[in-house]
């Protein structure tokens, strides 16, 4: 369960960022995006954490919540194999351009989803 733990304090972090500094959340999307790694790395991360969630979800005290985004995040993963990393590498920077203005308004509820990750695995 410290995978789930350490998932929510990502997104804690990623969120405190989105709050702090929109453009540059965005500018660092655009430059990851660029990378070789970028869409395998996308894939996989979302498959382990998919299957971290699935697996300890019943050991958490939101059971169905993080069944469902286990859930969601392997078939994000499928969904991006089928996609291919050209138009997952063009989505990327279309919606880091598109949506950086509401990256501060987004990163304000991921960063409490964030504490609910983590708070329901140790409560």
Same mark, same amino acid.
């Given at each position: 369960?410290?995978? $789930?733990? $350490?998932?929510? !304090? ?9 709050? /702090? ?7 660092? &999307? ?6 070789? %790694? ?5 894939? !996989?991360? /979302?498959? &382990?954490?998919?299957? &971290? *969630?699935?697996? %300890? ?7 169905? $919540?993080?069944? =469902?985004?286990?859930? !969601?995040?392997? +078939? ?6 089928? !996609?291919?990393?050209?138009?997952? /590498?063009? *989505? ?12 501060? +308004?987004?990163?304000?509820?991921? *960063? =409490? +989803?964030?504490?609910? $990750?983590?708070?329901?695995?140790? %409560?």
């Amino acid at each position: 369960m410290v995978f $789930i733990v $350490i998932f929510g !304090l990502l997104m804690v972090l990623l969120s405190l960022q989105m709050m /702090r500094n929109p453009g540059e959340f965005s500018a660092a &999307i655009i430059k990851f995006s660029n990378h070789s %790694y970028f869409h395998v790395f996308e894939i !996989l991360s /979302r498959l &382990i954490f998919g299957l &971290i *969630f699935i697996y %300890y979800a019943p050991s958490t005290s939101a059971v169905m $919540i993080n069944t =469902v985004l286990g859930y !969601l995040m392997l +078939f994000t993963s499928i969904l991006l194999v089928f !996609l291919g990393a050209q138009k997952h /590498r063009k *989505f990327a920077l279309w919606s880091a351009t598109k949506f950086r203005s509401m990256f501060r +308004f987004s990163g304000v509820f991921s *960063f =409490v +989803f964030g504490i609910y $990750i983590v708070y329901s695995v140790i %409560y």
